[in-house]
């Protein structure tokens, strides 16, 4: 890869690891962000702030990952992040097409409806979105798109990393402990992806030929549940974990991003296996 890549939100969650990620497959690599390891400091609600700090500094390619993210469920109706946040894809739609680069903008699963199909291909992002959040999200594909060329990457939550909390993280650190772990107590449609996965699958297709604007699905293959994380982390830790409440299955489509990238995309059961067991050899 000799490609040069600006990466936005570079001092976040999932920005920081798309960073590491693209620098170890040989990228060339600006991180913009807001803390102290960015390459340049970056506000990208101030457009003009922001295309200075980039004077002199050339790229092929953009992967948008600055964003408001909700740190609770009330964050999902914050009407104020999903202005920022639109504010800043605009921002970031604008600089790609003035430069001439391709823009991957980093979406979400939230943009798919609860009754949609499964597996939950691209064409199913259509009716009344969910939250305040959701529909930021769409705003934000829609002037993405606005750049000419690239992708929607559209992610499922993340966990791993430098998150140690969430239900993953805390289902795993619960049996590890060999502690009763806590677990929603109704169903819930829910779909999770490693975080060094979902840079993974980032910097895939950030090197495929985007001649147009599209969304394209990065997840895990197969039915993804609660309940199945539940039987695959009794497997893996060996443990009864005794828990009945019955889940709602998600799966998405994934042939587009196998057919951009070549790659063949792991399955559900094989990833959380790994992460799991990545604990226990580590007991």
Known sequence: ?????????????????????????????????????????ADMTDEDGFRRALDGRAFD??????????????????????????????????????????????????????????????????????SAYAA????????AATAGRGFAIRAPGLF?????????GNLRAALQRGEAPRLPDAPLQWAAMDIRDAAEAVAALTVCEASEFAPVNIGYAGEISVSRLVELARE?????????????????????????TGARAEAFDAAMLRYFREADDAA
């Open 236 to 260: 893996a830790f060996r443990t009864v974990a005794p828990y009945e409440v019955p889940h709602p299955p998600f799966a998405f489509d994934l042939s587009r991003f196998e057919a951009l």
């Open 61 to 130: 390619a953009i992967v948008h990952a600055a964003a408001t993210v909700p740190k609770s469920a009330a964050g999902y109706g914050d009407e104020d992040a999903v202005v920022a946040s639109v504010a800043m894809a605009e921002t970031a739609a604008r600089v790609a097409a003035d430069r001439g680069a391709a823009l991957h903008l980093i979406s979400s699963m939230t943009v798919y409806p609860a009754d949609a199909p499964l597996p939950v291909g691209e064409d199913a992002a259509t009716g009344a979105p969910t």
């Open 160 to 168: 791993g990393g430098a998150r140690a909390g969430g239900l993953v």
């Open 1 to 41: 890869m000799s490609e040069s890549v600006l990466v936005t939100g570079a001092s976040g969650y999932l920005g920081g690891e798309i960073v590491r990620t693209l620098r170890a497959r040989g990228a060339e690599v600006i991180a913009a962000g807001r803390g102290e390891d960015a390459d340049i400091a």
């Open 136 to 143: 930021g999200k769409r705003r934000a594909e829609h002037v």
